[in-house]
């Protein structure tokens, strides 16, 4: 794969005792550097033009009057530097170089993976919360859609946290696709199934909410059976995944029980629906915060691009994964096998 990086997402530094810090970055580079076939690239970082496109011009002036001040506590768990703006802009400036490369042709071993940081998918237009100040996921998104031919983007959201930003951004949207799968009642309390758009964007919200505990099966229950045939549906000729790795059975911050395998076999069908659709794919990072899990995870995504087939569950879904998902296929009017 191709990793897009840059040196100034280091330099927004909340504290070693904050889960969202540099050794993050470092130790997924540190993984990689055990494998073959990857590339390092470096990006533009995006301009406050960028930002407004899909966040409020009042809100970008005050955010970086923030940081220009030293930054601080924005809210409890959103803490600034005085580099946080520069790193936000830069983080977002590398996923709009992942859509950009994959719809420019990377695709397979070239495929591209932006590690920017800070996160994006809480970010919200007018505010900063959940160690995100930038929607990287939704500034790469509206550049694609208004600087390149696509006319449909896909954000899959595979972070155990609800993307609140990413669909609040454009939830009455009828050209971004937002599907979520997270823990049902985590931060920040979002993502019921009955949020499913409204206006032009109406049924253009998938979320699924899952209990504590879900593993790979039920992962790959709800994708296979709720989430693909609604994206076909929408056919995207952009398939951009928020991946955080935060849904890990060893994370410290949530209660899932997906393994790296299974992060494998959801990569293994993101990349076959991609290739369905016709859709150039892409992957920005979000959370993760044990640094072995999260370096595996993008390590194992890495790993099926570059030919690993991975192991599919060994057990199977669970019931209430089963009942959650009847659920789903009620809201979209999706029906049943």
Same mark, same amino acid.
């Given at each position: !794969?191709?990793? @897009?990086?840059?040196?100034?997402?280091?330099?927004?530094?909340?504290?070693?005792? +904050?889960?969202?810090?540099?050794?993050?970055?470092?130790?997924?580079?540190?993984?990689?550097?055990?494998? /073959?076939?990857?590339?390092?690239?470096?990006?533009?970082?995006?301009?406050?033009?960028?930002?407004?496109?899909? +966040?409020?011009?009042?809100?970008?002036?005050?955010?970086?009057?923030?940081?220009?001040?030293?930054?601080?506590?924005?809210?409890?768990?959103?803490?600034?530097?005085?580099?946080?703006?520069?790193?936000?802009?830069?983080?977002?400036?590398?996923?709009?170089?992942?859509?950009?490369?994959?719809?420019?042709?990377?695709?397979?071993?070239?495929?591209?993976?932006?590690? @920017?940081?800070?996160? @994006? +998918?809480?970010?919200? $237009?007018?505010?900063?919360?959940?160690?995100?100040?930038?929607?990287?996921?939704?500034?790469?998104?509206?550049?694609?859609?208004?600087?390149?031919?696509?006319?449909?983007?896909?954000?899959?959201?595979?972070?155990?946290? /609800? @993307?609140?930003?990413?669909?609040?951004?454009?939830?009455?949207?009828?050209?971004?696709?937002?599907?979520?799968?997270?823990?049902?009642?985590?931060?920040?309390?979002?993502?019921?199934?009955?949020?499913?758009?409204?206006?032009?964007?109406?049924?253009?919200? !998938?979320?699924?909410?899952?209990?504590?505990?879900?593993?790979?099966?039920?992962?790959?229950?709800?994708?296979?059976?709720?989430?693909?045939? $609604?994206?076909?549906?929408?056919?995207?000729?952009?398939?951009?995944?928020?991946?955080?790795?935060?849904?890990?059975?060893?994370?410290?911050?949530?209660? !899932?029980?997906?393994?790296?395998?299974?992060?494998? $076999?959801?990569?293994?069908?993101?990349?076959?629906?991609?290739?369905?659709?016709?859709?150039?794919?892409?992957?920005?990072?979000?959370?993760?915060?044990?640094?072995?899990?999260?370096?595996?995870?993008?390590? !194992?995504?890495?790993?099926?691009?570059?030919?690993?087939?991975?192991?599919?569950?060994?057990?199977?879904?669970?019931?209430? $994964?089963?009942?959650?998902?009847?659920?789903?296929?009620?809201? +979209?009017?999706?029906?049943?096998?």
């Amino acid at each position: !794969m191709r990793f @897009g990086v840059s040196d100034v997402c280091a330099e927004h530094d909340p504290g070693d005792r +904050h889960p969202e810090n540099p050794d993050r970055i470092r130790a997924i580079r540190r993984a990689l550097q055990k494998r /073959h076939g990857i590339e390092y690239v470096t990006a533009d970082p995006a301009d406050e033009d960028d930002a407004r496109t899909v +966040h409020d011009a009042d809100y970008v002036d005050e955010i970086r009057e923030f940081c220009d001040d030293g930054g601080g506590s924005w809210d409890p768990d959103t803490v600034a530097v005085e580099a946080t703006w520069r790193a936000a802009l830069a983080s977002a400036g590398l996923s709009m170089w992942a859509v950009d490369a994959a719809l420019d042709g990377d695709d397979g071993r070239t495929t591209p993976f932006s590690l @920017g940081r800070p996160p @994006g +998918h809480h970010a919200v $237009a007018d505010d900063a919360m959940g160690f995100c100040f930038l929607n990287n996921a939704a500034v790469a998104s509206q550049h694609a859609l208004d600087a390149r031919d696509v006319e449909r983007v896909v954000v899959f959201d595979w972070d155990v946290h /609800h @993307g609140n930003g990413t669909q609040d951004i454009f939830y009455d949207r009828g050209d971004v696709f937002y599907g979520s799968i997270h823990e049902d009642g985590l931060y920040p309390g979002t993502g019921d199934i009955e949020e499913t758009g409204t206006g032009d964007g109406e049924g253009t919200t !998938m979320n699924v909410p899952l209990p504590a505990g879900a593993d790979d099966a039920d992962y790959c229950l709800i994708f296979d059976e709720a989430f693909a045939p $609604a994206i076909e549906s929408f056919d995207p000729d952009l398939f951009l995944v928020s991946a955080g790795f935060d849904a890990h059975r060893h994370d410290p911050i949530s209660r !899932m029980h997906v393994s790296t395998d299974g992060y494998g $076999a959801l990569t293994t069908r993101v990349r076959d629906l991609a290739d369905r659709c016709d859709a150039a794919l892409s992957f920005v990072l979000e959370g993760g915060y044990s640094l072995d899990t999260l370096s595996e995870g993008v390590g !194992m995504v890495h790993e099926v691009f570059d030919g690993l087939v991975p192991e599919g569950p060994d057990t199977d879904p669970s019931e209430e $994964a089963a009942a959650v998902l009847d659920d789903v296929r009620d809201a +979209h009017g999706l029906g049943s096998k």
